[in-house]
Every structure is written in structure tokens, then in C-alpha cells.
């Protein structure tokens, strides 16, 4: 768990897991292994093991409590849930939920759910098994989602040619919130709990959003699959195997740095090992990353 405040605006972390993932040499389409090696130095042991040669990865959620609203950012894997030629993520076991609890935050109690995309690893928690039913995790709460992420995935669910575990993420997981009539479709500039605005970051997906957070003049930005791993930073320009449109994902991360390093909002992204988050400093063409370890600046 990590807590903080951005102005009067509570953010929580809530870790479903946490581990060495993918090789980086397969995760990055324009990985070169000089290059990476001249980054190892900092990148070991929280974003990079080198025994396996794998990316570290978080899995977890940001919880926003802005005093009237909970909102609950990006909803990880889920439990119980079949995904074939997944591992990492195929009928997990995690106690996310009594994580979720220890923060104080009872399901009943969030009121939105804002899914960055629509991918394995940000809606699980969207349902849980309940008699044999998929039925939303959340009860009360409006899931906010990209038009064009469900336009794509919803298409693609239909498809044989589409990936098992992917079309069951649709229909285990955004199906039954959006036949239960809690779904909401937004696009840039949408509000959320007065403090959060949508604002696009495509590319990963056709979709994929980011969330910008403003509170007493202090600024966070949530996003999602913009980057997974702190070495995309210095190395904005490489994209992960999973960016379906590479030239709009390399520019949407551009712009997102850019953004932080101007505004001076913490970058809090979905993947990142310890500390999490992070400050953004320009430099030429280039960003660094002036890491949050102890999120007293926040404040």
C-alpha cells in the first residue's frame, strides 16, 4: 500500500501483485541491448532483475478519495478468471479485495471506475464469480470507459480470430457492466468527481486514456499503459510489444512527459515498481525522472 495527498485529494496504491513479468528483450519491439545495459544501473532490482532478465511490474490499483467521491483507477486482473496463454494472469488467487478493505474502502462505497483501456490487466476487478455468474464487483458504482476502447473490444469478442484469453476478458469482465447498465462511454474532457478530467493518450489501445488529477493547485496524472516500465522515460521513443499503433503510443508518451515536465504533476503510472511515481524533468529531447520515494512533496 502507499498513501499520499495531491492538494486535498487522498490517493492510495492497492497491489493485486507484484514481480519480474516479461523479458525485456521480447517486451520492447525496439529494444537494443547496449542501450538498456547503459540503463541497468538504475533499473536494478526495482524495474529490472537481471538474474531472469525481466521487466518488474507492479499490478495495482490507484484509489482517488476526493471527501464526496471514491474512485477507483484501472481494476488489475481479477480473480477466477480463465486466460489461456496468460500465466501471469489465469485464474489468480490474489486478496485484492482485502487489500482494498484495509484501506478502508468497501466495494459498495466506490462510485467509479475508470478503466484507463480495456486490457487483461486493468478490469479484472470490474466483476467477481458469484453463483456461477459474472456480476459487477462494484454495485454502485458508474465504470467509466473509452468509447473506442469498447467499440474495438466489443468487435473483437465476436471474433474467432481474436485471442481466447482476450475475447474472455471482454465477456467476463466489461460485458456484464455494460448489461447492467453501468457502463458510461467517455471521450476527452470528460469530468469525474470535479477533480479528474479524461483526456486521450491513444495508441496502446485505439482508445486508451489518461487521467489528469488538479487539486488546490497540485497536479497527478494517471497513465495507465502510456509506458510500463521507468526505463521509457529516458527511452520515450520505445514502445511496448503490446501498442497496437506504435507511432501514436510513442507520441502519446512523448506528450504525457512533456505534460508532467510542464505542469509538475506526479506521473503515476499502472506498472511501475517502488516508489511508484514519480516527477518529470525535461531535458532536451529527452525526460528524467525524479522519483517520489517518500510522496511528502505531494502534499
Known amino acids: 500500500m502507499q498513501d499520499r495527498m495531491i492538494g486535498e485529494t487522498r490517493v492510495t ?15 520492447f519491439p525496439e529494444f537494443d541491448a547496449d542501450t538498456f545495459r547503459s540503463h541497468q544501473h538504475w533499473l536494478a532490482p526495482n524495474y529490472f532483475d537481471p538474474a531472469s532478465g525481466k521487466l518488474v511490474a507492479s499490478i495495482h490499483s490507484w484509489v482517488v ?14 480473480n477466477h478468471k480463465p486466460r489461456p496463454g496468460m500465466a ?23 462510485d467509479f471506475v475508470m478503466c484507463t483501456h480495456l486490457h487483461i490487466d486493468h478490469v479484472g476487478w470490474n466483476t467477481k464469480l458469484e453463483n456461477g455468474r459474472w456480476v459487477p464487483t462494484f454495485p454502485n458504482a458508474k465504470y467509466l470507459m473509452s468509447s473506442k476502447d469498447h467499440a474495438h473490444y466489443s468487435a473483437g469478442a465476436k471474433s474467432p480470430e481474436a485471442p481466447e484469453y482476450e475475447r474472455n476478458v471482454y465477456n467476463d469482465s466489461v460485458l456484464p457492466v455494460v448489461e447492467a ?14 477533480c ?8 496502446h489501445t485505439p482508445g486508451h486514456i ?3 488529477l488538479e487539486s488546490k493547485g497540485r497536479r497527478a496524472m494517471f497513465s495507465g499503459d502510456a509506458l510500463h516500465n521507468p526505463v521509457q522515460v529516458p527511452l520515450w521513443k520505445w514502445n511496448s510489444v503490446f501498442c497496437l499503433d506504435r507511432d501514436k503510443a510513442r507520441q502519446s508518451r512523448h506528450d504525457l512527459l512533456a505534460s508532467c515536465a510542464e505542469s509538475g504533476a506526479l506521473l503515476m503510472p499502472a506498472h511501475f515498481g517502488t516508489p511508484h511515481a514519480a516527477y518529470i524533468k525535461a531535458k532536451g529531447d529527452s525526460f528524467e525522472l525524479d522519483w517520489d520515494w517518500d510522496g511528502k512533496r505531494s502534499a
Open 88 to 110: 501471469r494472469f489465469d485464474m489468480l488467487e490474489t486478496p485484492y479485495l482485502d487489500r482494498l478493505a484495509r484501506i478502508g474502502v468497501k466495494p459498495e462505497e466506490v
Open 210 to 212: 489518461r487521467v489528469d
Open 13 to 27: 496504491r492497492v497491489e493485486e501483485m507484484m514481480g519480474p513479468g516479461f523479458p525485456a528483450a521480447q517486451f
Open 65 to 78: 478519495r476526493t471527501g464526496k467521491h471514491t474512485i477507483l483507477i484501472d481494476a488489475c486482473g481479477g
Open 196 to 203: 479528474l478530467t479524461v483526456r486521450p493518450s491513444e495508441g
Open 181 to 194: 447498465g453501468m457502463a458510461v462511454m467517455v471521450d476527452d474532457g470528460h469530468q469525474c468527481g470535479h
